[in-house]
């Protein structure tokens, strides 16, 4: 429900608008009060989501309660309502920092319900993307350019009376406000007067541009130049102001609104700053770490390699040696036992040729000796030729290595990949061939390993859980630098693509 308070002293038009919003606002709860007093008392609750406030009350004017919600930073957005040939005040009010102005003369009063959701609406937005208003303790210093005595001290006697907030600061000639730029000095706004030091105001505010480009300027003219106006709105300023009556007061009403937007603007340009250097502390400490943990999976995956290394060792020279002495002992007791006993020992004998040939494959499946002896090549075409006599699945090789031998590590994740690929076809691809392709370019080695088997849907396999066979490849290709890409469909096999950036290899 969007909360809504009009201040009108006129019972006409508070009947009509309690009309519209009857009809059309039925999100809306309006209230309606008729004095300035009441208006204020209301808005001290806090409750109020858009405040319609008509520019003319019997105690207060509509000018004076925007300034007053402006001293306690109120941010309620107010729509002022004004009445025919009230246009001047309507401008003043803009300036003071209502969000609109309606005239109740005009056609567009009738969509009154609308404005007010859309200006609910963008408040809202704006209200969620923006940081809290900061709080002053200290006066804003106002930077005055001007050369006429009488004029700045007008200025002074009228921020002394009337906007404490404001400390001046005056500039009489031009090498003042040159030596103010130039010596550091600090100014939250520059109100530049009509008779700037003997200098054209336009030349004192691109001269501001040049050197300050963020601090609000303010032009007050003596007369009424619409080109001029004009171009110190293209030259950055914020407002142009007619020396008339009342000037003062809507000159203290424009740094106000100007103020608060620069002070936000500056915060929010504060805390952007703050959030991209978290985000870059941020960033440094996720690539540390995830480099810590790419070394620790690395280092993981060689502990396994030494694990494996160890235990082939550990087969190939104690279980295995000792399965050849059990063999010549059975051999020499077969030759000198009895009919009877031969029989039973030459059973024993083929017992333990088979558990040693069984001992020999398990070595090599756990570290081949030929990877670590002669290199990737001869592994990958040992490993073909048992994988095709264990399955009956034909492998075709097609290897076209560097002449420099690899590392040891690349060798040992390409083996693995292979293995753990060739086992998949085996298991599940019901393919009776398959092919391994090995090329390399100038900084590249590519890897293929395909089958013309069943193939799969790729999206959900790879969601699996228990897809660890690929899990495993993906991870030992991404751990060594590499990139993977599985291209597989129902019923037109698989294709497995690796592809190794190529270190600067040492001759074999």
């Known amino acids: 429900m969007i909360r809504v308070l009009y201040a009108e002293d006129d019972p006409n038009v508070a009947a009509v608008v309690r009309s519209y919003f009857e009809h059309f606002g039925k999100e809306c709860s309006l209230e309606i009060v008729v004095t300035g007093k009441a208006c204020l008392d209301r808005m001290a609750t806090g409750t109020i989501d858009v405040l319609l406030l008509d520019l003319v009350l019997p105690d207060i004017d509509g000018l004076n309660i925007l300034g007053q919600l402006a001293v306690r930073h109120d941010r309620t957005p107010v729509v002022m309502i004004s009445g025919h040939g009230q246009n001047d005040l309507a401008v003043r009010a803009l300036r003071a920092g209502a969000v609109d102005c309606v005239d109740k003369s005009a056609t567009q009063f009738l969509q009154v319900v609308e404005i007010v959701k859309r200006v609910h609406a963008e408040h809202a937005a704006s209200r969620s993307s923006r940081s809290p208003h900061p709080t002053r303790t200290e006066p804003y210093q106002i930077l005055l350019v001007e050369g006429s005595a009488p004029v700045a001290t ?95 007061t809507e000159l203290v009403f424009s740094l106000n609104n100007n103020l608060r937007r620069a002070d936000i603007e500056r915060q929010n340009i504060r805390l952007t700053r703050e959030l991209e250097e978290l985000n870059q502390s941020l960033e440094t400490q996720v690539t540390a770490r995830t480099a810590e943990l790419r070394a620790l999976s690395l280092r993981l995956l060689q502990i396994q390699e030494d694990e494996r290394r160890a235990i082939a060792r550990e087969l190939h020279d104690q279980v295995g040696q000792m399965l050849t002495g059990l063999k010549f002992q059975l051999e020499a007791a077969t030759a000198q036992a009895g009919p009877a006993a031969q029989e039973k020992l030459s059973e024993a004998t083929i017992t333990a040729t088979d558990l040693m040939r069984h001992v020999r494959e398990l070595t090599q499946l756990y570290r081949p000796r030929v990877l670590d002896d002669l290199g990737l090549q001869p592994a990958l075409e040992w490993h073909a030729k048992q994988f095709q006599r264990q399955t009956g699945i034909t492998v075709s090789l097609d290897l076209a290595l560097p002449a420099e031998r690899l590392p040891s590590e690349l060798e040992t994740v390409i083996f693995r990949i292979t293995q753990e690929a060739l086992t998949n076809i085996a298991r599940h691809s019901g393919a009776k061939t398959a092919a391994i392709s090995l090329s390399h370019e100038a900084e590249q080695l590519h890897v293929e390993i395909s089958d013309q088997g069943k193939g799969f849907e790729l999206a959900p396999v790879l969601e699996r859980r228990d897809a660890i066979g690929l899990a495993g490849v993906r991870e030992r290709i991404h751990l060594a630098g590499g990139r993977l890409e599985i291209v597989s469909q129902p019923g037109q096999g698989t294709r497995l693509n690796a592809t190794f950036p190529l270190p600067l290899l040492a001759p074999a």
Do not use: C, M, W
């Open 154 to 248: 007008q200025i002074r006697e009228y921020f002394q009376k009337n906007a404490p907030q404001f400390a001046l600061i005056v500039a009489a000639t031009l090498g003042e406000f040159a030596r103010f730029l130039h010596e550091g000095a600090h100014a939250h706004a520059v109100v530049i007067g009509p008779t700037p030091a003997n200098t054209r105001p336009l030349d004192i505010l691109r001269q501001l541009r040049t050197e300050a480009t963020f601090i609000p300027a303010v032009l007050l003219s003596a007369r009424n130049d619409g080109e001029t106006a004009i171009a110190a709105f293209q030259l950055g300023a914020q407002d142009y102001i007619l020396q008339k009556q009342e000037y003062l």
